[in-house]
């Protein structure tokens, strides 16, 4: 059984507030090389085929731009057991608190991302603190992108991306954790090249997780790294029970990506895990965190 932590859902309107030119989807899906994403419910019929096929059980789907959250809150109503809602959150922006509430009531999300590079705010900022007081009383996650922050569409698009890296500290997310102990942490990416201090926030906070999407293209950075040491050194600071596959797939016809898949269950197998330590990592961590509800 396969749960992924990580998939993003760029629909229609996730692609005409992201280009913010006037163009419609089907226009800039054509200019990034992607099929057109149609409406939510084609997309989301699309996404549990594409899951069928490829033998996954249940994803969380990230709205991943501020303002797309019902999209994603439409795709999970149709498919509500297959998809866990997140959505990109900005609390720097005006209104978030009353939009931060209506995603995790109306829209009954589950998962708050953070993206303080990409929003210009620190991890331990009181604008955080209330996130996570609001996270706490609504039950949800919160996953917080550290480190190394890359958007390939901006890229392609030709959209300027003035992300301030240094927003994204792992230490400075654990002050939060550790304040809010019944709010679950998601690092994705390992930490993104903040591998060190992901682990040093997750050997001080027990609710803090890494998730282990994508190419992790951040290893460029520290030479002679590979894959499998850092899922060596994850798992002996903060154990399979905290450890979360996701593939940090996102765009048709790509699809899920399978070969993200493939080379991390090899990596687990090469390093001797017992079969309920991976059974923990690609679904087991998942469920225990979002049970269906």
């Known amino acids: 059984m396969i749960h ?22 089907d226009a ?88 303080p590079a990409m929003h210009g705010y620190r991890l331990d900022d009181g604008r955080v603190e209330r996130v996570f007081a609001t996270a706490a009383a609504h039950h949800a996650a919160v996953f917080a992108h550290c480190g190394v922050l890359t958007v390939g569409a901006r890229k392609k698009l030709g959209l300027p991306s003035r ?12 002050r939060m954790a550790l304040a809010f102990p019944d709010v679950p942490v998601i690092i994705p990416h390992f ?3 903040y591998l060190r201090e992901a682990l040093m926030a997750g050997d001080q906070c027990q609710t803090i997780h890494l998730d282990t999407s994508s190419s992790n293209g951040w290893m460029k950075f520290h030479p002679g790294l590979t894959l499998g040491e850092v899922f060596r050194l994850t798992l002996s600071v903060v154990g399979p029970g905290r450890v979360l596959f996701g593939s940090d797939s996102s765009f048709f016809p790509r699809g899920w990506q399978r070969p993200i898949y493939d080379g991390q269950v090899r990596i687990v197998e090469e390093l001797g895990l017992a079969t309920e330590d991976r059974d923990r990592i690609f679904h087991g961590n998942f469920e225990r965190l979002f049970p269906q509800l």
Request: charged share 25%.
């Open 163 to 174: 992300f301030d890296l240094r927003l994204g500290d792992p230490l400075a997310l654990s």
């Open 4 to 25: 992924d932590s990580h998939c993003h859902f760029f629909s229609s309107r996730f692609l005409e507030l992201l280009a913010a030119d006037g163009r419609e989807a």
């Open 191 to 193: 930490g993104a090249g």
């Open 28 to 115: 800039i899906a054509a200019t990034l090389g992607w099929d057109a994403p149609g409406t939510v419910a084609t997309l989301a019929d699309r996404w549990v085929a594409e899951l069928d096929r490829q033998g996954v059980r249940r994803v969380a789907l990230i709205a991943s731009i501020p303002g797309d959250e019902s999209s994603v809150a439409d795709a999970v109503a149709r498919h509500p057991g297959r998809f866990v809602g997140f959505f990109m959150h900005n609390p720097a922006a005006d209104g978030a608190e009353e939009r931060l509430v209506r995603s995790l009531t109306e829209h009954r999300l589950r998962g708050i991302c953070l993206f």
